[in-house]
C-alpha cells in the first residue's frame, strides 16, 4: 500500500507565499512523477505544476514565475512554493504520486489542503 499525504495549507493575505507538502509512503520503488492539481468550486480540478522522474518540470501558464516545484527523492516528499498568491489561487490542492511498486505502477492520490488566498 501507498500512502500520500498533503500539508502546509491555509490562509494567506494576496502576496503571500506558502509552501506545500506531500509526502508518499508505503512500498514504494521509486516515485516516476509528482504532480499538482488544484480545483476550485465549482471548477474543474487542474494540474498546476508536475515533476517527472528525470526532473522535467511543468507548470500551467497561470502560476508560472510564481509557483516552483521540487522533490527530495531521498524522503519521497514533494514541494510546491507559492509565491506572490492571488485570490485566484484559492482551491483545494491535491498531490499525485506515480510510483512505481513491486506489483506495477500507478497514481495515488492525497487528500487534499485547502489554500485560501485573501483580497
Known amino acids: 500500500q501507498v500512502q500520500v499525504v498533503e500539508s502546509g495549507g491555509g490562509l494567506v493575505q494576496a502576496g503571500g507565499s506558502l509552501r506545500l507538502s506531500c509526502a508518499a509512503s508505503?512500498?514504494?520503488?521509486?516515485?516516476?512523477?509528482m504532480d499538482w492539481y488544484r480545483q476550485a468550486p465549482g471548477k474543474q480540478r487542474e494540474s498546476v505544476a508536475v515533476?517527472?522522474?528525470?526532473?522535467?518540470?511543468n507548470y500551467a501558464d497561470s502560476v508560472k514565475g510564481r509557483f516552483t516545484i521540487s522533490r527530495d527523492n531521498a524522503k519521497n516528499t514533494g514541494y510546491l512554493q507559492m509565491n506572490s498568491l492571488k485570490p485566484e489561487d484559492t482551491a483545494v490542492y491535491y498531490c499525485?504520486?506515480?510510483?512505481?511498486?513491486?506489483?506495477?505502477?500507478?497514481?495515488?492520490w492525497g487528500q487534499g489542503t485547502q489554500v485560501t488566498v485573501s483580497s
Open positions: 515533476i517527472i522522474g528525470g526532473g522535467a518540470i
Open positions: 499525485n504520486v506515480v510510483v512505481k511498486t513491486t506489483w506495477g505502477q500507478r497514481g495515488y
Open positions: 508505503g512500498s514504494i520503488l521509486s516515485i516516476n512523477a
